[in-house]
Every structure is written in C-alpha cells, then in structure tokens.
C-alpha cells in the first residue's frame, strides 16, 4: 500500500463538524436574576450529561442548575449513561438579582458524534448583560475566537 | 465618484477579498506536507511518557517494529470498543514485529481499571493536553478520539486514522507492511 512510495502516507477522516458548530451554544438573560443557556446540537451528534456544568461569573447561584433528563443508554464499562440530542436547555439562576450587571455564562461540555469520533471536553463563555428591567435579553450565540491570519 | 473610479475600486476589492478568501484556505488546510509529517513522526518517536504505573516509556524503544500508536481515552466510548481487536492483533503479529502502543488522554486510574478489564497485552501510556497537541502536528486537526498513527519499521508514518480503525483494514495494512 502507501508504505513502499516515498513521502505517500494515506489518511481516512470522517466529514466532521468543528466542535462550536456540532454542539452550537447560545445564552439569554430571561430576567436580573435567570439565564438561559442552550445548546443546538447537530444531527448526528450527543452530548455527555454527565459532563455538562452551567456557571455564572462573577455571581453565587441560588443552586446548582437543573439539566434536563437525557436519553438513558446501557453502557459495557461505565453503566448507565445518559445523553442529549437536538438540543439542551438549561437555567441558571443567581442568588440575588443584579439589574444592569454583565455576567459570563460558562459552559462546560463533552460530546461525541455518530460516526464513532469523540471531541475533547469544551469551555466556552459568553458574556451578557442582565436586563435592567423586565426581562427577556437577547439571545447571544458563542463566537469562537477568530482565527490570526498571520500565525 | 466618477464611473471610472468606481470600476476600479470595485475591480480592486474583488482581488483582495479573492486572495483573503485563497490565504484563508491554505491556512485551515491540514499540515499535510512532507516535513511536517517527517517532523512529527520524529517527535512521536522522540516522546517518553508514563505508563499506568507511572514508568516513563520512551518511545524510541520500538523503533524498527511496525508500530501502531493510538491515541484514545476512557471517557471516548468508540475508543474503547476497537480496543479488543488491537488485543487480538497484536497477540497474533507481536511476534513479528508489530507492536501498539495506547497513549490515553486520561486518569492513570481509569485506564489501569480498563486495561485489566480487556486483558490489554500492550502499553497504555498517560499523555495530557501536550499529546493532543502532537496529534493535531500528525493531522488530527479537531483533536478528536479515538485517532490512529502507523509507523513504519523505517521511521516514516503510513497512514493516519480519525475514528475507529476496522479490523480487516487494519489487518490488511498490517499484513503489507509487516
């Protein structure tokens, strides 16, 4: 095969899609004191429940966020497992209102696709602004750094 | 402004967004030249990382053999899965030269517990961040899992793998290039 032409290494890679736009993060503010984070999750794709964490900074919350029950798979090595497609909601609620304040949503997550390829685990923030009034905020989509074209 | 400027402006905007748009997508393009891969298969021969033990394991060792590099981790499902065929690859051909080594990005702990779970007859090493780092030098551009390096008994890389490797495809480069 490839091995006896000089310099000729062969290569297979599945058609991926760059982790941010498999697993596509927005956030809103819904009030002074609620954010709503959500994950647009491509066909073909999931992500791990157990590795998903939402946090606010700066900010105490009220409790940890509730996530939103997953599809339960029986695994060989880790046992129950359970996982999200299409798409996964989750609020963040602070202890105390902050009208006006700015906070960075961030959001851990680890996710796979189908073709049998998984992604390292993911950190991404946004910033948003709470509402100084009545809610709800704009949607903010997660904006990758953008590439430095002269690296 | 007078047609005439205008037509060249416009003119001279369409070649500068055409080579914006050209420069972009030689940058994103995977380093696949000669060199690059000559040099990162020299920096995979070159590592030395701790095993589940935490021995630290030259590579370099086992030069010369057909050697088969995977890069996998507990937490990657897939990973796991095309794990036995490597067992059974590497009992039958380890006498003849073939020889896989598992570098996960992973707890020492977890790997050691899914070794003994698999009867794994070959090293698992413990590499961190700076492991996918050198995977992304080898063309493993979105650092994903499980990802695959052959190296030839002279030193060069045959082929690369994203996702699981099947076992009669992996069988049948083995086979030629044992």
Redesign the interface.
Known sequence: ???LTL?A??????D?L??ERAFSLSARALDATTVEARFAIADGYYLYRD?LKLSLEPGALVAAPVLPPGKIKQ???FGKVETYRGKVVVRVSLAAPAPGATVTVKAES?G?AD??????PQVQKIALSLPAGAGPGPVVEFAPVK?N?F? | MRRRTALVVILVAGIVALSAGIYVGRSDRQPSDGTQREEAAATLLGLTLPDVAGKETPLAQWRGKLLVVNFWATWCAPCREEMPEFVRLQAEFGAKGLQFVGIAVDDADKVRQFAAEIGLNYPALIGGFGAMELSKTLGNRLMALPFTVIVSRDGTIAHTQLGPLKGDQLLAMVGKLI
């Open positions: 095969m490839a091995a310099g290494a062969s290569a297979q890679s599945p991926l760059e982790p590795k695994d060989e090595f680890q796979c073709v049998g390829v998984c992604y390292p590439k074209w690296k």
